[in-house]
T-cell receptor, first 113, second 114 residues
Framework: NAGVTQTPKFQVLKTGQSMTLQCAQD?????MSWYRQDPGMGLRLIHY???????DQGEVPNGYNVSRSTTEDFPLRLLSAAPSQTSVYFC????????????FGQGTRLTVV | AQSVAQPEDQVNVAEGNPLTVKCTYS??????LFWYVQYPNRGLQFLLK??????LVKGSYGFEAEFNKSQTSFHLKKPSALVSDSALYFC????????????FGSGTRLLVRP
């Protein structure tokens, strides 16, 4: 059982480049989300989706784009990378409902130079 | 909007001693609270959650958490700490609206010394 799979694990980008962080889950979870983790700031929500075809913004959405064409996949696109987007990115999924715990991927460490 | 506060950046404890990692919350309506642990270079792992019922919730790896509605707290506890418990711990709360957003605290680093 793979759970939540993120690729790549590490990435270095130049300022202005674009890229897509991939996230896939095999648990048929309705809810998926992207977080970024920065020292001393915990995890901040970037975008989330409550089902295929439905996405919405979280706390820090600027500079990122998402889509959810299938239940399994929830890619995160960086439109024009900036050094401020240097961070560790985590994808998570959960069943619908407030009582359900989230399952996290292993993370993508992104450096923008 | 819901929020979570973890007032301690780091907690130091000797192996074998009890540990407490503090968390306070602010929610509208009934709280749905979670604790996660993150080991170095890993994703977050679920430890335990409070939904309703008993105020003492038991979870993985011998951890438990005490829910206190009057103090709006959900502190993580373990009777006897292990060096292997050293990690980053996050408290989280689900939004009360239909977004089901999971909001995290800033994290507390637990260091258990031999």
């Amino acid at each position: 059982n793979a759970g939540v799979t993120q690729t790549p694990k590490f990435q270095v980008l130049k300022t202005g480049q674009s890229m897509t962080l991939q996230c896939a889950q095999d648990m048929n979870h309705e809810y998926m989300s992207w977080y970024r983790q920065d020292p001393g700031m915990g995890l901040r929500l970037i975008h989330y989706s409550v089902g295929a075809g439905i996405t919405d913004q979280g706390e820090v959405p600027n500079g990122y784009n998402v889509s959810r064409s299938t239940t399994e996949d929830f890619p995160l696109r960086l439109l024009s990378a900036a050094p401020s987007q240097t961070s560790v990115y985590f994808c998570a999924s959960s069943e619908g409902g407030r009582w359900t715990e989230a399952f996290f991927g292993q993370g993508t460490r992104l450096t923008v130079v | 909007a819901q929020s979570v506060a973890q007032p301690e950046d780091q907690v130091n404890v000797a192996e074998g001693n009890p540990l407490t990692v503090k968390c306070t919350y602010s929610v509208s309506g009934n709280p749905y609270l979670f604790w996660y642990v993150q080991y170095p270079n890993r994703g977050l792992q679920f430890l335990l959650k409070y939904i309703t019922g008993d105020n003492l919730v038991k979870g993985s790896y011998g951890f438990e958490a005490e829910f206190n509605k009057s103090q709006t707290s959900f502190h993580l506890k373990k009777p006897s700490a292990l060096v292997s418990d050293s990690a980053l711990y996050f408290c989280a709360v689900r939004e009360a609206d239909s977004s089901y957003k999971l909001i995290f605290g800033s994290g507390t680093r637990l260091l258990v010394r031999p």
